[in-house]
């Protein structure tokens, strides 16, 4: 039925995640079901078709595009090394002669006597899909990856930009309204995954970069900092190819914006150890959240007891003393617990008659909220 | 899922339709409206949705569909369902009038919708007709390849590989003409050896198109490597296109192949009784009835969340264009990073400091489905809505055009008439009607925000209507064209459109206060007529009610042009509707004041003039 509600972003200690780490074309699968495997073993491989380059021969040798196989040196499926000759013409003058060489090392994938044209491929170049988190094999899908499973705390961020990295997860500040600084940043949080707290600025980004911090954990950022780390204004919220320098997840939205408590204090729960993150994030149909995960290792209190493990569950809405997120202005960002869903709709200061609740916040007051302007804190 | 074909489609020839279902599968809602004939005319009576299901966990279309069909059964009380079999046809003749229904129709855009590749020989040739083929057949299309399209050949080989496109568009060439580009598009697609975007053990669908001679050659090199189809060249000569044969493909493939591999379509497509329609090519089949039925020259625009597609009839010629990331949620920042913060910023009536607006926008961005709760995040989304509108149709008329380069011919049947070669067809001279659809237009909280927003980013010249769809059910309209005309086009005037009214705007210019014209507006029986002059930088608004008429006489300036000549008075009947008549004398092209302080009086005594906001 059609049911006003938001999903919002899993905050939990313990749940199991199922990751299917899949080529993009059919390759080889290194890994077998059972196996356990560490973020960085790979565990599926590719060979990637080489990049082709077109050379008219018939253009460069001043012949018709019919007559362009009489004047080939090499033939389809020969092997071409970097300027090699690969057609030439033969004139009756020897000064006269062009030489068509190769642009590249590879192979002759086709020639056309109708372009003239000489189709070269470069060697295939090898793509390795790695397992991203700690874990274990769980399925195989037959020349295209594996099902790696994991029991884990997890965080999903709102945005982020970067692909999947991991390692030791750090605090560098104490309180989630502290803004993270640069000068917070230390030469020893090289290829760590730094937490933050409300807000981190443009300068905190380039320290990181210089320093070579993996990843990145704040509640905001303001978007003309995105703009210039990134060196354009991102249009749509589909991310994940890119390369700043590090991995960053934003967990609750644009602008200086404490980290939910839970959310920080979890991180901080789990400082020290190992984590996975990525930045991608899909805000489409078909979303993809950012995300952290830190594993539940052998040295983990409760490791091994995979049956203890919640599996995240599907919700059906928004009930009574659920803890919210206000995800639009005039409070923006704040957090309270639902403790009004009126059935009846309400005119807003907009003259837009919707669907509202009543969300109770820590001081005490109160406001009355579009549904639609309320996230979940799921977990 | 009890798994049972429904006979329907048979049945709609052997019966006149008198309960019909249709749902509309959006990439996050599927919207179901129940159309019963009440008396001698078909009315649009219920509506319900419920979430699209094509994505995990669910991946079955159906699931969303039946649970939008639940709905309808309780709001209507009609039995439409028997457990998860729907009821046809109506059981009135066995007594049950309130049990089943006597069809059910769909279109798809879940799941990202058709998404194509096209290429041509020439860019602004074969290029643009394959381009406007595609759209008009309903695709997105993520990129035009050409031999002139200045990309080096393994640009383009590494494009074609990069995109996952749902099928291919291959034109090139006149028939009987040079063979050698076109092969040339060919082998570069064949070296690429492209993948499709859904289902991995399929081959590529790919349309050829184009110059009949090369038809052989393109056999041999995209045969064993797509799943190739030969169809009519779209540009058998230079000054002429034939779409319709590729268009029938593309939709051809579209149920067989794409349809085929999103999850659940194949149980819907047993259950519909006419096949199913990528969503924007319903709409524009039903913008494109109603403008030839009634003789118009319309704009439609659809602006959603990620997308925003506009359609226009011209002269009789169709054409639909989608701008693929103008929108108000998912392309929210894109809006604001293709027009600029000042373009923006220049229709928000108070100041508002760049980084916060800036953050808001990301911030919609990031949470799409939020609604304004603040009268300035109202203005403020407002703001961005008529930027997209305004760079949607830029878009829209620089592909809506006359076939380039080439001689005039007049044809009839599914070719362009063209004007002069590459002229834009959109003539905003001779608009009769704008129809505006999405959201932001139909669920503005006053309809008069909707008109002026249109009237904002569109700046209408001359006499121009104006409505909005009521609540976005002409997909479901376009589809039920197929099966029943007079069905479709009962509930499209009596259901769907809301008449917003009428825009008469004066081309010129000329100092804030001057004389712009002169009006006399006579209206029916027992009202008075209004007489007055409208100053440039005056809006005015007349309360003329949906079923009203009024005959506005207009005496412009000497410098001032009503679609008559400069100074040349024009008398016009004029439609009202729920907001009236506006006479809009700000000038076209219509500028803003530069200065901050006077641009804010400005807004703020427009919005007043018409009662925009609350005060």
């Known amino acids: ?379 | 899922m009890t798994g049972s074909a429904q006979p329907s489609r048979q049945m709609t020839a052997a019966q006149p339709l008198r309960v019909i279902i249709a749902t509309d599968c959006g990439s996050t809602t599927t919207k179901a409206i129940l159309i019963e004939k009440l008396g001698n005319e078909y009315r649009q009576t219920f509506r319900g949705e419920a979430p699209t299901t094509v994505e995990a966990p669910f991946e079955d279309v159906t699931r969303g569909v039946l649970n939008s069909l639940a709905e309808l059964e309780e709001l209507s009380g009609r039995k439409i369902l028997d457990g998860e079999r729907i009821i046809t046809p109506n059981r009135a003749a066995q007594g049950e009038p309130r049990v089943g229904v006597d069809i059910y129709i769909s279109t798809s855009s879940a799941g990202g919708g058709l998404q194509m590749m096209v290429a041509g020989a020439v860019q602004s040739m074969t290029g643009e007709s394959a381009q406007r083929c595609a759209l008009g057949a309903g695709a997105i299309v993520m990129d035009v390849l050409a031999s002139n399209d200045g990309r080096l050949p393994h640009e383009k080989i590494e494009r074609i590989r990069s995109l996952r496109p749902d099928m291919i568009l291959l034109s090139g060439g006149t028939d009987g003409g040079t063979v050698t580009h076109v092969v040339e598009m060919a082998e570069y697609i064949s070296a690429a050896e492209p993948r499709p975007r859904l289902g991995i053990s399929y081959q590529l669908p790919l349309i050829y198109a184009g110059n009949k001679d090369a038809r052989d050659r393109i056999t041999e090199i995209l045969g064993g490597k797509t799943s190739l189809v030969i169809t009519d060249n779209i540009r058998p000569v230079l000054e002429r296109e034939n779409l319709g044969p590729a268009r029938t493909k593309i939709h051809d493939l579209f149920l067989e192949h794409v349809m085929a591999q999103a999850p659940g379509y194949k149980k819907l497509l047993e259950w519909t009784g006419a096949p199913i329609m990528p969503t924007p090519a319903a709409v524009g089949l039903i913008m494109e009835t109603i403008a030839k039925k009634e003789n118009l020259n319309l704009i439609g625009v659809d602006i959603g969340g990620a997308t925003t597609d506009v359609f226009s009839v011209f002269g009789g010629v169709f054409n639909r264009t989608v701008s693929a990331n103008l929108g108000l949620s998912y392309s929210v920042s894109n809006v604001l990073a293709e027009a600029g913060l000042a373009s923006i910023l220049r229709w928000v009536p108070f100041t508002i400091e760049e980084q916060t607006l800036r953050n808001r926008i990301k911030n919609k961005m990031i949470r799409p489905t939020t609604i304004p709760q603040t009268l300035d995040e109202l203005q403020i989304e407002q703001a961005i809505a008529r930027e997209a509108l305004r760079l949607a149709l830029a878009h829209h008329a620089s592909l809506a055009t006359g076939l380039k380069g080439v001689q005039q011919e007049r044809t009839i049947s599914d070719i362009f008439e063209q004007k002069t070669s590459g002229e834009s067809l959109i003539d905003m001279l001779q608009l009769d009607l704008i129809v505006g659809s999405g959201g932001i237009l139909s669920h503005a909280p006053r309809r008069v925000q909707a008109m002026l927003m249109m009237v904002d980013a569109y700046e209408p010249l001359g006499v121009t209507r104006l409505s909005v769809d009521s609540i976005f059910m002409m997909p479901h309209l376009g589809v039920l064209s197929t099966v029943d005309e007079q069905a479709a086009t009962d509930v499209f005037v009596r259901d769907c459109m809301i008449y917003l009214g009428t825009c008469v705007a004066p081309i010129g210019r000329g100092k804030d206060g001057e004389r712009c014209a002169d009006y006399t507006i006579t209206f029916g029986e027992g009202r008075s007529p209004e007489c007055g002059t409208l100053a440039f930088g005056d809006l005015r608004l007349f309360p003329l009610g949906r079923d009203d008429r009024a005959q506005i006489e207009l005496r412009p300036a000497k410098q001032v042009d009503l679609g008559e000549g400069k100074g040349v008075s024009v008398t016009r009947d004029v439609r009202g509707g729920e907001v009236g008549l506006l006479l809009d004398g700000r000038g076209r092209p219509l500028q803003l004041p530069t200065d901050s302080q006077k641009r804010l009086a400005a807004l703020i005594r427009w919005h007043r003039a018409v009662g925009l906001y609350p005060k």
């Not at chain 1, 999947?164 to 502290?178: C, F, I, N, R």
């Not at chain 1, 290829?191 to 300068?203: D, S």
């Not at chain 1, 009543?358 to 001081?363: G, I, P, R, W």
Request: hydrophobic share 40%; net charge neutral.
């Open chain 1, 1 to 379: 039925m059609g049911h006003a509600y938001t999903p919002g972003l899993t905050v939990t200690e313990r749940t199991v995640i199922r990751k299917p780490r899949l080529l993009p074309i059919p390759g080889t699968v290194l890994a077998k079901a059972g196996d356990r495997v560490r973020a960085e073993t790979v565990v599926a491989r590719a060979e990637l078709p080489g990049k082709v380059h077109v050379v008219n021969v018939a253009n460069l040798l001043g012949v018709a595009p019919d007559e362009v196989r009489d004047y080939l040196v090499k033939k389809e499926g020969e092997a071409v090394s970097q300027d090699e000759v690969i057609a030439e013409n033969r004139p009756f003058i020897k000064w006269f002669k062009t030489e068509v060489r190769s642009p590249i090392r590879g192979k002759v994938e086709s020639v056309s006597t109708i372009t003239g044209q000489m189709l070269l491929r470069e060697p295939p170049r090898p793509l390795e899909r790695l397992a991203y988190v700690d874990g274990a094999v769980v399925d195989l899908h037959p020349a295209h990856g594996v099902t790696v499973e994991t029991s884990c705390s997890m965080v999903q961020g709102i945005f982020g930009i970067g692909g999947e990295t991991w390692g030791e997860l750090v605090m560098a500040v104490d309180s989630p309204e502290k803004t993270l600084s640069a000068s917070q940043l230390l030469p020893t949080m090289q290829n760590k995954i730094v937490a933050g707290g409300a807000f981190l600025g443009i300068e905190t980004m380039k320290r990181a970069r210089e320093i070579g911090v993996a990843a990145l954990v704040v509640g905001g950022i303001h978007d003309k900092d995105l703009r210039e780390l990134l060196g354009y204004d991102l249009g749509v919220a589909i991310t994940g190819t890119e390369q700043v320098g590090f991995t960053l997840v934003i967990t609750e939205g644009f602008g200086t914006i404490p980290m939910a408590a839970k959310t920080f204090e979890l991180l901080a729960g789990h400082a020290g150890q190992k984590a996975s993150i990525s930045g991608a994030t899909q805000i489409r149909a078909g979303v993809i959240r950012p995300e952290i995960l830190i594993p539940w290792t052998t040295g983990s209190p409760d490791a091994g007891s995979a049956g203890r493990a919640v599996p995240a569950t599907e919700r059906s809405g928004i009930r009574i003393d659920d803890h919210v997120r206000v995800i639009r202005d005039p409070l923006f960002g704040r957090i309270g617990r639902v403790t009004a869903l009126p059935t009846e709709l309400r005119q807003i200061e907009t003259e837009s008659v919707v669907r509202v609740l009543v969300v109770t916040f820590a001081d005490g007051t109160s406001a009355v909220i579009p549904r639609a302007n309320v996230e979940l804190m799921e977990g």
